[in-house]
């Protein structure tokens, strides 16, 4: 697999709580894509990091990247009950043309 | 504009069924892939297309499943003979040549009992 196994998590919060999920690639990458799965929907992209880039923001979202340490982290801050989703981490392996996701992260914001 | 479209929404099969999934891409996006995702985990790839040719299909599991895309618009996911382990949900995405934005339909549920 291309993930590590901190990709796996079920984290429960509150409304206005902050929560950050993780994720770790074996091999070099040159992007890592966060997508949010809603209940009975595909993925759907919501925060695009490069290897050039240590951080992404974008609203409430805040993407990390450590190329050094092949780790991602996704951020969100004041998070609301329709956040409640399954993260996942997405990456194209060694620059091929298909995205390889982790397990994902299950979040669960309470009103 | 309109998103990816998928169809059925939902199937139920006995083993040994046949069935096939449909997908609509985007119009205009070239590329477009079909993942299988097991309950709880993450999407997994199955096969992709560059318009009507296929780039990589090593992931499509021996000769049960077949995919194609003829005209390099829709395509055409086919289960022969399912199998429980099967369960799934199958879902298609669409993108341009090159481009990691990847839109994604809601997907097919199969349930095989």
């Known amino acids: 697999s291309q993930w590590g196994e901190e990709n796996l998590q079920a984290l429960s919060i509150q409304e206005g709580e902050d929560v950050t999920m993780n994720c770790s690639y074996k091999?070099?990458?040159?992007?890592v894509q966060w997508y949010r799965q809603k209940s009975g929907k595909g993925p759907a992209l919501i925060i695009l990091?490069?290897?050039?880039?240590r951080e992404k923001r974008s609203g409430r979202l805040r993407a990390t990247l450590d190329t050094s340490s092949q780790s991602s982290s996704l951020s969100i801050t004041g998070t609301l009950a329709t956040d409640t989703a399954v993260y996942f981490c997405a990456t194209d392996v060694q620059g091929g043309r298909a995205l390889i996701f982790g397990t994902g992260t299950t979040v669960s914001v309470s009103p | 504009e309109a998103g990816v479209t998928q169809s059925p929404r939902y199937a139920v099969l006995q083993e040994g069924q046949a069935v096939s999934f449909w997908c609509d891409p985007i119009s205009g996006h070239d590329t477009l892939y079909w993942y299988q995702q097991p309950r709880d985990q993450g999407p997994q790839l199955l096969v992709y297309f560059r318009d009507e040719a296929v780039i990589d299909n090593s992931q499509l599991p021996s000769d049960r499943f077949s995919a194609v895309r003829p005209k390099g618009t829709n395509s055409t996911l086919k289960i022969q003979s399912a199998k429980q382990g099967d369960t799934a949900t199958y879902l298609c995405a669409s993108s341009f040549w090159g481009n990691s934005d990847y839109t994604f339909g809601s997907g097919t549920r199969l349930l095989v009992i």
């Open positions: 091999t070099y990458t040159t992007v």
């Open positions: 990091i490069r290897s050039n880039e």
